[in-house]
C-alpha cells in the first residue's frame, strides 16, 4: 500500500483521537462536579489571599499616619514612599514544596511568614530605626521576628531591616491576626538591593565570574553604606544649626486694612 493511501487512514485516525481528547475533556476535566471541585477548593485560597491583602491596608495606613504625624515634628517626611505585594500562588506553592509544608490553609499561615510583604523607604538609617520602632510600640502590632541587617549586613553586602509582625484585622464577624514581613531600607540600599536582584537572576555565568561580580557588587554596598552615612552626618548637622539658631515663630499679626 503506498503512502498515498495511508494518508486518509492516518487522518481519519487523528480526527477519532481528537475527538475522543475533546469528549474526554468535556465530560471529566469540564463536568459540573470537577468545576465544583476546583472551586471548592480554590475560594478557600482566595478568601485567605484576600485577608493578607487586608493586612497589607491595615500596615500601610498606620505608615502613612506616622509619616504625617512626624512630618510636623521634622519638618520633613521621613518616609520617601511604601509599596506593597502578596506572593504568588506559584511562587508560595514553590516555597511549600522546598519547606516541605502540608497543603493545608493552616499550614501555610502558620509556617510563611511572607506571604504579605510591605516595604517602607526612608530618607536616612535614622528614621529607619525611628519609624520601626513608633510603629512597633503601637498596641495592637505584635512582634514576630527581627533581622537588622543593616547592623548586620548579609555576605552580599544586603543590607534592610526585617520585621514579621501580626497585625489585626477587622472582618465582618471576627477579627483575624495576619501576618506581614516589614522591610525598611534607604533610598541607597534599596536602589543597591534592587540592581543586585536583577543581577543575580538574570544570567548564567561561569563560577569565577559571578565571583568576582558578587566582590564588585559587596564593594558597591560598603560605599552606599558610607553614601548613607554621610548624608546621615550632612542631615544632623543642618538640624543641629536649626536647634541652635531657631527661626522667629512668634505670630506677627494680620495688618490693619489700609495700611
Not at 462536579?33 to 471548592?40: I, R
Not at 485560597?45 to 499616619?65: G, P
Not at 514612599?81 to 499550614?107: C, E, F, G, H, Q
Request: with cysteine; net charge negative; aromatic share 8%.
Amino acid at each position: 500500500m503506498s503512502q498515498e493511501e495511508n494518508t486518509p487512514l492516518s487522518e481519519a485516525l487523528e480526527n477519532t483521537l481528537s475527538t475522543v481528547q475533546e469528549d474526554f475533556v468535556r465530560e471529566s476535566i469540564m463536568s459540573d462536579s470537577f468545576l465544583d471541585f476546583v472551586e471548592q477548593n480554590t475560594k478557600p485560597i482566595d478568601q485567605l489571599f484576600a485577608y493578607y491583602r487586608c493586612a497589607i491596608m491595615e500596615v500601610e495606613t498606620k505608615f502613612n499616619v506616622l509619616d504625617e504625624s512626624l512630618s510636623v515634628e521634622l519638618d520633613r517626611n521621613p518616609i520617601e514612599n511604601i509599596t506593597s505585594r502578596v506572593k504568588s500562588v506559584d511562587s508560595l506553592l514553590r516555597k511549600m514544596k522546598r519547606k516541605n509544608i502540608p497543603l493545608t490553609l493552616s499550614a501555610i499561615e502558620e509556617n510563611i511568614n511572607d506571604i504579605a510583604g510591605v516595604r517602607v523607604i526612608c530618607s536616612f538609617p535614622d528614621d529607619i530605626y525611628e519609624i520601626a520602632n513608633a510603629f512597633l510600640s503601637q498596641d495592637d502590632i505584635t512582634l514576630i521576628a527581627r533581622k537588622d541587617y543593616i547592623k548586620e549586613p548579609k555576605l552580599s553586602g544586603y543590607r534592610s531591616l526585617h520585621l514579621i509582625v501580626e497585625v489585626p484585622i477587622f472582618l465582618k464577624n471576627e477579627k483575624r491576626n495576619m501576618k506581614v514581613e516589614v522591610q525598611f531600607r534607604t533610598i541607597a540600599m534599596d536602589f543597591w538591593a534592587s540592581l543586585e536582584h536583577k543581577l543575580h537572576y538574570k544570567h548564567d555565568l561561569p563560577p569565577e565570574r559571578a565571583k568576582a561580580l558578587a566582590d564588585e557588587l559587596r564593594e558597591c554596598a560598603e560605599q552606599i553604606e558610607l553614601l548613607d552615612l554621610r548624608m546621615q552626618a550632612v542631615k544632623n548637622e543642618i538640624v543641629t544649626y536649626n536647634e541652635e539658631n531657631p527661626k522667629d515663630t512668634s505670630f506677627p499679626g494680620f495688618p490693619l486694612i489700609g495700611e
